[in-house]
């Protein structure tokens, strides 16, 4: 365990993080600490697993991800003889309905397409209410560490709200940021496909997250045989019902 710590010491002191304009910097903190053997009865363990959180920028790669902390783990060896570490990649797996396991080592790039055509025409129309103009960055990992930072597709992450409303217990949206975010894709006076491909049948139900879109002034209704929660949302909203 004094090893891990001089260790540990040395990455805090030595490393030093990549910065970018958007993103900011590729911070590296400690997440959790395992001895070995664990729980510990009446022994002296002989091993230790440390796990970092790495927040990657742009263009990073695997092997230089790795490189910074071999070079640290080098310089303490010079002085720790009885260190023997290695540095590697956490690797996950999860079991598809199929039964088959996938792994995959834990690696998720930062990116940004703002300057690609097919972000900039993404983008909202000047004048569109309470929509920024801008290109700015999300706080957290998305599915687009994949989609752009690995396959290089041009992606564009959208959300008509605050970022550190995402991914937490209880997180939300207004009704009003519904409304607007609805619009930049189907603008008002303009027919959307959705209408089409969500047309209510007799007699037959949905499961959780349907979604069914009625058209204005048709008489609706729903029962729920369940405990449930439905939203009803109009667009363009309505005054009688705020």
Not at 97 to 119: C, D, L, M, Q
Not at 196 to 205: A, K, L, Q, V
Request: proline share 6%; net charge negative; hydrophobic share 35%.
């Amino acid at each position: 365990m004094k090893t891990m710590m001089s260790l540990l010491t040395s990455v805090e002191k030595e490393f030093i993080p990549h910065w970018h304009p958007l993103l900011g910097e590729g911070i590296l903190k400690v997440t959790d600490i395992i001895s070995s053997p664990y729980p510990g009865a009446s022994v002296i363990p002989d091993r230790c697993r440390v796990t970092f959180g790495r927040r990657l920028l742009v263009n990073g790669t695997k092997e230089g991800v790795l490189k910074q902390i071999k070079l640290i783990i080098r310089g303490v060896t010079a002085f720790e003889p009885r260190l023997k570490a290695e540095v590697f990649l956490a690797v996950d797996s999860a079991k598809c309905y199929t039964g088959e396991v996938i792994k995959a080592e834990r690696f998720a790039p930062g990116w940004v397409s703002g300057g690609h055509p097919f972000v900039q025409k993404a983008l909202p129309c000047p004048g569109s209410a309470g929509l920024s103009q801008g290109v700015s960055h999300y706080s957290f990992c998305t599915n687009g560490s994949y989609n752009a930072g690995e396959a290089g597709v041009p992606t564009v992450g959208f959300g008509h709200s605050l970022g550190e409303f995402a991914h937490v217990v209880e997180g939300y949206i207004e009704i009003d940021q519904l409304v607007a975010a609805w619009d930049r894709f189907f603008p008002r006076g303009e027919t959307s496909d959705i209408e089409d491909r969500y047309e209510p049948n007799d007699g037959e139900g949905g499961g959780p997250g349907s979604v069914l879109v009625l058209r204005g002034g048709e008489t609706h209704e729903a029962r729920g045989i369940t405990f449930c929660r439905v939203i009803d949302a109009f667009c363009p909203a309505r005054d009688d019902f705020r």
